[in-house]
């Protein structure tokens, strides 16, 4: 099994920074791509960025130029720096980590984390 844990959210003044954390551990042999999405009541969960293990990005429209998602093989950890922080990027985050579990498989599953809350607001 894999655990991957968040941290890293709380409340901020629009403007400032956060810098969110994510570590996946457990049965690991390598993880593919590692992303961030959030959510706000009553509507779906949206892709927030991403990136591969190759450390391609991609990101969302409304974040571009003021998020960065960056990771560390090492740790297995996934950060994302989100800066000139707005009223609409409150939400709860959540990372999602795609692992493979062996050697002799090239099979992965999704694991996703429990969320941090992330509000934006004077």
């Known amino acids: 099994q894999v655990q991957v844990v968040e941290s890293g959210g709380g409340l901020v003044q629009p403007g400032g920074s956060l810098r969110l954390s994510c570590a996946a551990s457990?049965?690991?042999?390598?993880?593919?791509?590692m992303g961030w999405y959030r959510q706000v009541p009553g509507k779906e969960r949206e892709l927030v960025a991403d990136?591969?293990?190759?450390?391609?990005?991609n990101y969302a429209g409304s974040v571009k130029g003021r998020f960065t998602i960056s990771r560390d093989n090492a740790k297995n950890t996934v950060y994302l720096q989100m800066d000139s922080l707005k009223p609409e990027d409150t939400a709860v985050y959540y990372c999602?980590?795609?692992?493979?579990?062996?050697?002799?498989?090239?099979?992965?599953?999704?694991?996703w984390g429990q969320g941090t809350q992330v509000t934006v607001s004077s």
């Open positions: 999602k980590t795609n692992v493979r579990h062996n050697s002799w498989s090239i099979s992965a599953s999704d694991y």
């Open positions: 990136i591969t293990s190759g450390t391609t990005t």
């Open positions: 457990g049965s690991i042999f390598s993880i593919n791509a």
